[in-house]
């Protein structure tokens, strides 16, 4: 088990940027860790994976080309640029230290903080 702290979130105004910390208890690097944002209402939206060790990582589709995860140690990052209004949603970060294949799908992973809300609007 890991314990799984976020922050960073905020409201921001359509274009600006934000940086989301994940900090684990321990080191990352032996897990998968892993970005999901909720809207209520709606499923967990895979916003991006960093793998084991850091050298696979995949983006989801709203986030690809504006979004950037990467990690140190015990925390992970996702820096999100060009900030649009439906990224609105609160931002989770997971972990898992069982091995997941391309599909990151939330119920692979078993360690989950309690969220950041990121606000964009004018």
């Known amino acids: 088990q890991v314990q799984l702290v976020e922050s960073g979130g905020g409201s921001v105004a359509p274009g600006e940027s934000l940086r989301l910390t994940c900090t684990a208890s321990?080191?990352?690097?032996?897990?998968?860790v892993a970005w999901f944002r909720q809207i209520p209402g709606n499923e967990r939206e895979g916003v991006a994976v960093?793998?084991?060790?850091?050298?696979m990582i995949h983006y989801g589709e709203s986030a690809r080309g504006r979004f950037i995860i990467s990690r140190e140690q015990n925390r992970v990052y996702l820096d999100m640029n060009n900030l649009k209004a439906d990224d609105t949603a609160m931002y989770y970060c997971a972990a898992t230290t069982s091995p997941i294949s391309a599909s990151w799908h939330p119920d692979l992973f078993d360690n989950w903080g309690q969220g950041t809300q990121v606000t964009v609007t004018s």
């Open positions: 321990r080191s990352t690097f032996a897990m998968n």
């Open positions: 960093i793998y084991t060790g850091g050298r």
